[in-house]
């Protein structure tokens, strides 16, 4: 069972572009929406991460946009540049339960061309 | 930060691993993931003040170890081609705080 599901699963993106990836989740108890991003050979790093009570939140160059009615969330890159080429995971997670299980999207690989 | 050890390793099916973690200093909770080709990390268990604290939908055969000095172990028992993957371990200050990712064990069953 996917509780989150990830889209697209490659990008390529102009140095300069906008990179966008979707996510739409199914678990309504979900509270704390992380964006992940990961390098080859390394762990995942968080990046930005919104939480339902907003629509959107913004750090530099990366944007969250959420739409608790639909069950979607997205990230937006700004002026995408080569250095951003990762792979990106959207993820969520409840705080309840005295435990945190993160659960991830199944990952975008981004590729930002010069 | 958070360092694993080995980085690789090759076991055959049936035989039993024990993968290692060091925690950020001062962190209370140990989390594992395993991630996958191509995936993302599924969550596997969390470890609070020595405690196993969550479990995610892996067999017994998958069991930790969480110590007082930072350190943590993952043991999984009676390997199978399937549990090959990228172990990953997260400590955060409380059980529902930032993960900070190491850079995980490349883990081949053959």
């Known amino acids: 069972q996917q509780q989150v599901k990830q889209s697209p699963q490659s990008l390529i993106v102009q140095k300069g572009g906008i990179s966008i990836i979707n996510c739409a989740y199914e678990?309504?108890?979900?509270?704390?929406f992380p964006w992940y991003q990961q390098f080859p050979g390394k762990g995942p790093a968080l990046l930005i991460a919104?939480?339902?009570?907003?629509s959107e939140k913004k750090e530099g160059r990366f944007t969250i946009s959420f739409n608790k009615s639909a069950k979607q969330f997205s990230l937006h890159i700004m002026d995408s540049q080569p250095g951003d080429s990762a792979t990106y995971f959207c993820a969520a997670s409840k705080g309840s339960g005295g435990y945190q299980k993160v659960t991830f999207g199944t990952g975008t690989k981004l590729q930002v061309i010069p | 930060g958070v360092t694993q050890s080995p980085t690789h390793l090759i076991k055959t099916r049936g035989q039993q691993v024990t993968l290692r973690c060091s925690s950020q200093?001062?962190?209370?909770?140990v989390s594992w993931y395993q991630q996958a080709l191509g995936q993302g990390p599924q969550f596997i268990f969390q470890?609070?003040?020595?405690?196993?604290?969550g479990r995610g939908n892996f067999p017994p055969r998958f069991s930790g170890l969480q110590f007082p000095n930072d350190s943590s172990e993952l043991n999984v028992n009676a390997l199978e081609l399937d549990d090959s993957a990228l172990y990953l371990c997260?400590?955060?200050?409380?059980?529902?705080?930032?993960?900070?990712f190491g850079s995980g064990t490349q883990l081949s069953v053959l």
């Open positions: 919104i939480r339902p009570d907003v």
């Open positions: 678990n309504t108890a979900f509270d704390y």
């Open positions: 470890y609070y003040r020595e405690e196993e604290n």
């Open positions: 200093s001062g962190h209370n909770t």
């Open positions: 997260a400590s955060s200050l409380y059980p529902n705080e930032k993960l900070f």
